[in-house]
């Protein structure tokens, strides 16, 4: 295109965008079809106020099909919102991951949807799905001598009312998360789906939270929060201390965690002490619930009703209480509950890595059939993966393929995933997945993979083809292997299609090694000083390299790897073994403590059950302990 015709292209839509400016501030409603062709941006706080409601979205869905849209939605423009709440960002309301603030150089175009964030989604929607959907959306800017914060909330109690929960959300996003009782019940409510009373009621060891509370201060919020959703560091962190040992003592029935007999019978307890004991009855109580014995568990679990699970709580505790009195029962207890935790523990990581093969998704995540977003653990590793095949002829003994609902679809050689054919097939699928996902897989990358190893001779040829697909879009790639004889193979593969650009292959692929120094663990692999040699002759070659030193069979062979693979190691991910271990938390706290000394200050990400064994704060970590969202390609 010619300077004058992109100058007067850009003049263009400067017109425009002033026409509908114009249009705007004469009080005019304006269709989302004039937005966009003037260059406007719809965004929005996703922090604040409702989630989509899927069930909402489809009802409105029906009614604009039918009737159009008979109210515009409210907007104001984003400087408006930004001097008055510069500290916050917009979301893109067409690319979520895509953030403004008040230094953006996209400000002036950003209009902020105040109200009717779920009646774009679904005109959106039916735009793309129904060619017969020819209603118009249209929009009008606020005029109110209102805050924008006050505006939205009058706007949404006077008419279709949010819920304490949706009032909940935009209280904790207003005071920016800061550590209260209501973030916290936030949090639970949200991850455990604990009842809102019954969350206040664990946190103030009382019956005192009234939704009211929550109006009153949307009402005054200059006022601060009420106490009872304020709450006290030190009551938060007892509030935690015992919605854990909840959850550890009722493990095996997972319900009776949101029931609330646990708490009625903890508040009698406490109440029942006088105010110097409350500090030690609390101990006690969580040693109590943490060491409940699984057939006085399941014997409470069995009452019809609450009174009943109450009376049996507080004779099992009367016999704890007699048996404490005694030095040797009480360390005895103190065992217990030591593996209890551990019990509990291993049953969190196995509950994230059972949902690695399967890939349930979550929250909207894209699941293809070759091309999904993992959850849990794999999610650790890339926000993308790809996986052609079901089991492995690597055949390592600790393998979590061969563990829980895995082992249904588990094969000791690599065979295709159910519901792909023979061919050409798994490729061309994989092609339309990666081609309908491409903008934000490229901002993330795509791994290989969770179910198989994706070098072994019966998947590579599969995945080369996937791989020079990525290569020639722009993808970077990361494999994981347990085999040292792959790199002539594979790139033989790659050179089939011809015209391999070695050059763009550096750019674009990087190669991982699981490395746990235990050859006599992992059956068909390769030997780990084979892989370590393969590493560094593909690291020589110009490639990016990664150790999955995951599972940590024993920390110090782990340390040992690790230091002889240091400089031709891009990035170190480290995370324990699930089930049983022959270690514990001090080897662990052992080893992280010899990663902080290593020389060269190697990029190293531990894994979540590293850290929620350590109860580490990533924040307190030095510079080259990463996220798991670290770039290693740049």
Not at 403 to 428: C, E, M, S, W
Request: hydrophobic share 35%.
């Amino acid at each position: 295109m010619k300077k004058n015709e992109t100058e007067n292209q850009g003049n263009g839509i400067m017109d425009k965008m002033e026409q509908i400016l114009k249009k705007i501030e004469d009080e005019r409603t304006v269709s989302l079809e004039e937005l966009k062709s003037a260059g406007f941006i719809l965004a929005a706080n996703k922090s604040f106020g409702r989630v989509i409601n899927k069930t909402h979205l489809k009802e409105l869905k029906c009614s604009l099909k039918k009737y159009g849209c008979i109210e515009p939605v409210s907007i104001f423009f984003g400087a408006e919102y930004f001097e008055a709440y510069p500290e916050r960002e917009l979301a893109d309301l067409n690319d979520g991951d895509k953030k403004y603030t008040k230094d953006s150089p996209e400000v002036p175009e950003v209009i902020f949807v105040a109200d009717g964030v779920h009646r774009v989604q679904a005109h959106v929607e039916l735009l793309s799905e129904d060619e017969s959907y020819k209603h118009t959306l249209r929009f009008r800017h606020v005029e109110t001598v209102l805050p924008i914060d006050r505006w939205i909330y009058v706007r949404n109690t006077n008419n279709r009312n949010w819920d304490s929960k949706d009032c909940s959300r935009h209280i904790a996003a207003r005071t920016g998360h800061a550590k209260s009782n209501l973030t916290t019940a936030v949090k639970w409510q949200e991850e455990l789906k604990l009842g809102e009373k019954y969350a206040y009621t664990i946190l103030n060891l009382s019956d005192t939270y009234k939704k009211k509370l929550l109006s009153e201060y949307m009402e005054a919020p200059d006022k601060g929060l009420p106490m009872v959703l304020k709450g006290v560091e030190e009551n938060i962190d007892r509030g935690g201390r015992i919605l854990h040992a909840f959850r550890v003592c009722w493990r095996d029935i997972p319900k009776m965690v949101r029931n609330s007999a646990s708490i009625n019978m903890f508040i009698e307890v406490y109440n029942a002490c006088g105010d110097s004991m409350k500090e030690a009855v609390v101990s006690l109580l969580v040693l109590f619930f943490t060491t409940l014995d699984k057939t006085d568990a399941e014997s409470v679990a069995g009452e019809k009703d609450n009174d009943g699970k109450v009376r049996l709580l507080k004779e099992c505790w009367d016999k704890f209480s007699k048996d404490i009195e005694d030095g040797n029962l009480k360390a005895e207890y103190e065992r217990r509950a030591s593996e209890a935790e551990k019990e509990f523990d291993d049953r969190s990581v196995e509950k994230k890595e059972a949902a690695v093969s399967e890939a349930v998704p979550e929250n909207n995540k894209y699941h293809g059939k070759a091309i999904y977003q993992p959850n849990g653990k794999a999610g650790e590793y890339s926000g993308w993966a790809c996986n052609f095949y079901n089991g492995c002829s690597n055949q390592c003994s600790y393998c979590y393929l061969q563990k829980g609902r895995n082992a249904k679809i588990y094969t000791p050689v690599p065979t295709l995933q159910k519901g792909f054919k023979d061919g050409d097939d798994p490729i061309n699928r994989f092609r339309k997945e990666l081609t309908a996902n491409l903008s934000e897989i490229q901002k993330h990358g795509l791994f290989f993979c969770f179910t198989t190893d994706p070098l072994l001779p019966e998947t590579m040829g599969l995945t080369a083809r996937a791989v020079r697909i990525c290569m020639e879009n722009g993808v970077n790639v990361k494999l994981l292997t347990k085999r040292a004889d792959f790199v002539e193979p594979f790139f033989d593969y790659l050179s089939a299609g011809g015209g391999f650009d070695e050059e763009l292959c550096r750019k674009h692929v990087a190669f991982g090694f699981t490395l746990t120094g235990h050859d006599e663990l992992e059956g068909n692999s390769s030997p780990n000083l084979e892989r370590i040699s393969t590493m560094k002759l593909l690291h020589d070659r110009g490639y990016r390299t990664f150790v999955s030193a995951e599972p940590v069979i024993d920390p110090v062979s782990s340390l040992q790897v690790i230091k002889g693979t240091l400089g031709f190691c891009d990035l170190y991910k480290v995370g324990l073994l699930s089930g049983k271990k022959d270690y514990g938390k001090t080897d662990v706290q052992g080893l992280v403590d010899e990663l902080l000394k290593l020389p060269e200050k190697p990029k190293i990400y531990l894994k979540d059950s590293v850290v929620g064994m350590l109860k580490l704060d990533r924040s307190t970590l030095p510079d080259n302990f990463v996220g798991s969202d670290y770039n290693m390609f740049g």
